[in-house]
């Protein structure tokens, strides 16, 4: 059976980013006030269009898109090339259980 944990995180942005953005986006896993690496780690998006579809980029033990740094701290590059609001969801499952959501706002460049 999992163990809950906390999910916190840098790289939110409460800002509108412009299109043409490259941000990283970090997650803090902890449980007991100590970093803890869960089995799986999930961060899916989903852009801004007509027909929504989420992109899912992960981490199992050292394959996929999202990259561990150090214990309990995980990490995925995002390029920002749609305007409009993104959602974004991070999911770690297997030792650790625990999911949170957010949304990054991006705006057209003046400049375009």
Known sequence: MPLPCSLS???VLTAPQVVGDLIQQSLFVSAGGSRVDPTDVSFSYIEPSETPTPVELTYDGGVGDVTRDAEGIYSVTLSLDTSGVWLVR???SGTYQGAAE????VADSAFD
Do not use: A, K, P
């Open 90 to 92: 991070w999911v770690v």
């Open 102 to 105: 957010y949304q990054i706002t």
């Open 9 to 11: 995180f840098s790289g």
